[in-house]
T-cell receptor, first 114, second 110 residues
């Protein structure tokens, strides 16, 4: 299947700092990428849909000024968690949609805010 | 609204067959996906159904009935490595986004 990478895989930061997570589709062009958050033993919750060259569409309850999304190219989307707090600690997963309409997930980024 | 239901946990023994059900009520429908997720890892794609019927792929099969809002994932010849969470997801017709169920944790014992 298609390959999606995320970087970093794990990050620990202090409260109040910002963290940037990159999501790349390695062997296909993805006009649409999705960002999810998953808390322990819970399912994936969609945060936002990212379209190349346009503003992201955020789900209800997700603060767009806190979770900044940039989809600069057909293979790269970034999620920046601004002024992170302990409650933002979670597993963040991106996915990219291929032309075949299947979504492929990245390996995830585990964020711990102290 | 969106509602996707799956059993929370299931157990089965190695070599057996297990069926994981998923019922859904969504505002739009453009396909149903099954993903496998091991603890601490991202989901991996298993199957996709958009038309009614059975899709078979090796030890895994997935069935869809759109009129009943129902799908199941069938796992045959269970192996220990099949112990994982199985996520049912419906693609919203209008926005092409996936809405996930709560997931079913499957434990395969010897």
């Amino acid at each position: 299947g298609a390959v999606v990478s995320q970087h970093p895989s794990r990050v620990i930061c202090k409260s109040g700092t910002s963290v940037k997570i990159e999501c790349r589709s390695l062997d296909f062009q993805a006009t649409t990428m999705f960002w999810y958050r998953q808390f322990p033993k819970q399912s994936l919750m969609l945060m936002a849909t990212s379209n190349e060259g346009s503003k992201a569409t955020y789900e209800q309850g997700v603060e767009k000024d806190k979770f900044l999304i940039n989809h600069a190219s057909l293979t790269l989307s970034t999620l920046t968690v601004t002024s992170a707090h302990p409650e933002d600690s979670s597993f963040y997963i991106c996915s990219a949609r291929s032309l075949a309409e299947t979504q492929y997930f990245g390996p995830g980024t585990r964020l711990l805010v102290l | 609204g969106q509602n996707i239901d799956q059993p929370t946990e299931m157990t089965a023994t190695e070599g057996a067959i297990v069926q994981i059900n998923c019922t859904y009520q969504t505002s739009g429908f453009n396909g149903l996906f099954w993903y496998q997720q091991h603890a601490g890892e991202a989901p991996t794609f298993l199957s996709y159904n958009v038309l009614d019927g059975l899709e078979e792929k090796g030890r895994f099969s997935s069935f869809l009935s759109r009129s009943k809002g129902y799908s199941y994932l069938l796992l045959k010849e269970l192996q220990m490595k099949d112990s994982a969470s199985y996520l049912c997801a419906v693609r919203d017709g209008g926005f092409q986004k996936l809405v996930f169920g709560t997931g079913t944790r499957l434990l395969v014992s010897p």
